[in-house]
């Protein structure tokens, strides 16, 4: 088998995969570093599973139902990532809460997209609890995955206008193709700069991110920093 270049990426998703297909499709491009080297699903009859096999893709079911307890479920989980021997693992609509000790091995290592400007919005709904605060502007994250639901350290956001007219459909729709754009240079990012979490703190070549680096000012579609000196705001 030809051994693939760059970082070795596990994705873990629960539903239709779209952010999945994304990473996909960029692993297919000079500037990504990164490959797909297998994707987690905790529900058999996700789309995104599906795709990752056509895609022929090593694809593992863990399903919470199969197991007596969070623990053994927890504990599969744990020997089905580390199987793939992964530099980072990305939740990509991963919708399962997952413990302290379970997301503490992976500390640094795991990254969760998330559609709201955290820590704004943490949990569900995103979409409708913008509209019915009347936000002006709402978007997704990417962060590091700590044992605080969504509350880890923020690498990375993309910003989008909220339309008078948005209804939660129309504004998670428009979002989507932003997450996607956000994932893909997130990971590239990753992929190629030395970033550490420290604390609370995201530090990128010995430099302390100020605030999440965002997509179009800061970062570019292909993760590259528009200004390294500069970090975030
Ligand atoms: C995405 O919108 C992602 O941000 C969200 O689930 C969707 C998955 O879509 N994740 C969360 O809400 C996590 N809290 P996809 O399966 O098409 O990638």
Redesign the pocket.
Known sequence: MIEKAGKRLVVM?S??????AALQAASNQPWFNAHIAGVISDRSNAA?LGLARENGLDTVCVERTRHANRDAFESSLTAAIDGFEPDYIVL??F?RVLGDAFVEQYAGRMI????SLLPAYRGLHTHRRVLEAGDREHG?SVHFVTPTL?GGPVLSQVRIEVRDDDTPDSL?DRL?AH?HRLLCASVALLARDPVEVRHEDIVIDNFRLAGPLVLGRDLDEHGQRTDPGRPGQ
Not at 112 to 115: R, S, T
């Open positions: 998703l539903g239709r995969g779209t952010n999945f995104g990509a609509g919708m969760n997209i998330h559609p997704a969504d998670a989507l997450e």
